[in-house]
């Protein structure tokens, strides 16, 4: 034999060497009589990126078992299936702890529903890639809403579900809100420094959010205020009866305007101490199509020192609805809109829901009222008249005012803001209101009026 017919075999066998090498083949595959990964046979098996361990250390029977013939003539000796694949993977994986919800395929021993078991490219030698698994068992409408929570949106479902067994219902790898707060810990921090906290955010942020998708944004199934009143049963009903609605109920963010939908430091979640809150909005002027104009609430409390009660305790909603009401400016109860008005005890339900409605109903009087000449009391002289009743209008300024008892200034005559020219005196006062002669009057002293 030549030296050049010896480099043959030796060049022949340095290049099957090399192939094996570079194809990953396992060592123990090299002959046709033991191996099972070769040119002829399971020539796939250990190319892809995630190898199953036996596979990689070229010990099929490890799963398979043992048939001395099947390398000779693979057709007629065939290994057997496995039979129970689950306990085939535990002799190796530990098994799962029991718990109160697991996986299908794990409940019915099924892991190669999920895995490869000999090899994948996507790690676990998963069959699929992220969320492509999932949806050969369950619907992908779950993620064809037009917002979709991020974790759905790149398919990491199992940021929230545990894929083999779980304490939680679906497999949740916590309770409730607790699952958001792993992700969404800038809210749970807020959240549990907060005095006052939104019932569903206490029991489960998905009582508003999909964890999926959701037609609106931030993946809430309706906006504001339909998804509100969902829960709100009561203020459902309320604005469905209402004759005047708040505004702000029908702008931009609705109920958000004044509520926070998760978590205050105020009472009824309110976004500001309540006036602060009333007042962000009621500092400049409404126009309104039809009646009087809404006033610039902030800057006639700055021009006005002498502010009436529920002004001065920061309460708007003693007077106000708000939410929404059949009376005018939203008002909790009735109150007349014009001067003149014939009395009935109903007609100064919203006054006399704080004052004494006897200041209105006796006609002598020494201690019910200041305004009084002698013991004539003068609220029952001008109010308690079958036509042309006084309203509180006619001389008190509901918000503010600059005189004491926030008296007017001027009130409101059709066309004409008419001046009360009031005069206020240690035991009385005058006035002239318009062009009618100045009245005086005093408690201690009666003043007879031509």
């Known amino acids: 034999m030549t030296t050049q017919d010896l480099k043959l075999p030796v060049v022949a066998l340095f ?25 002829q046979c399971h020539s796939t098996l250990g190319k892809v990126k995630f190898t199953h361990g036996p596979i990689v250390d070229g010990e099929c ?23 129970n694949v689950a306990a085939k993977c535990y002799e190796c994986h530990d098994q799962f702890e029991k718990k109160k919800f697991t996986h299908a395929p794990i409940e019915d021993g099924e892991c190669i529903v999920c895995h490869d078991p000999h090899g994948s490219p996507n790690k676990f030698q998963l069959k699929s890639k992220g969320a492509e698994i999932c949806y050969e068992c369950h619907d992908s409408e779950i993620v064809g809403g037009t917002f979709v929570h991020g ?12 894929p083999h067994v779980s304490d939680n219902a679906k497999n949740l790898r916590a309770a409730g809100s607790d699952l958001c707060y792993m992700c969404h810990v800038d809210k749970a921090e807020a959240i549990g420094k907060a005095a006052f906290v939104h019932k569903p955010v206490k029991e489960d942020c998905v009582g508003c959010h999909n964890p999926h998708s959701a037609p609106k944004e931030f993946f809430l199934q309706a906006s504001s205020p339909e998804l509100c009143l969902g829960c709100h049963k009561d203020k459902k009903e309320q604005l469905s009866k209402v004759t005047v609605k708040h505004g702000a109920l029908e702008r931009d963010k609705s109920c958000l305007n004044c509520h926070d939908a998760h978590m205050s430091q105020i009472a009824k979640n309110l976004t500001m101490e309540p006036m602060d809150l009333c007042l962000s909005c009621h500092d400049r002027e409404y126009k309104r ?12 409390l700055k021009d006005n ?13 003693g007077c106000h609805d708000p939410h929404g009401s059949e009376n005018f400016r939203i008002l909790r109860n009735y109150y007349p809109e014009t001067f003149y008005k014939g009395f009935d005890i109903e007609n100064y339900k919203l006054c ?17 009222t200041n305004f009084r000449n002698g013991n004539t009391n003068l609220h029952f002289l001008h109010v308690n008249k079958a036509v042309k009743g006084r309203t509180c209008r006619a001389c008190h300024e509901t918000h503010a005012s600059n005189f004491p008892k926030h008296i007017r200034e001027a009130v409101p005559f059709g066309a004409w803001d008419l001046p009360l020219n009031f005069e206020k005196t240690e035991t009385g006062g005058s006035c002239a209101p318009g062009c009618h002669k100045i009245k005086e009057y005093d408690r201690t002293k009666k003043v007879i009026n031509k």
């Open 15 to 39: 290049f099957a060497g090399l192939f094996m090498v570079l194809s990953g083949m396992p060592a123990q595959a090299e002959t046709a009589d033991t191996g099972c990964i070769t040119a």
């Open 61 to 83: 029977e490890t799963c398979h078992g043992t048939s001395a013939n099947h390398a000779k003539n693979p057709k007629n000796n065939k290994f057997k299936p496995v039979e």
């Open 151 to 162: 974790p759905a949106a790149v398919g990491g479902c199992i940021a929230c579900h545990e």
């Open 289 to 300: 199509d039809k009646g009087k104009n809404v006033m610039n609430i902030t800057a006639w």
């Open 305 to 317: 020192t002498e502010h009436h009660g529920p002004i001065k305790q920061k309460d708007c909603s």
């Open 352 to 368: 006399f829901s704080c004052h004494e409605k006897t200041v209105a109903l006796n006609e002598q009087t020494t201690k019910l």
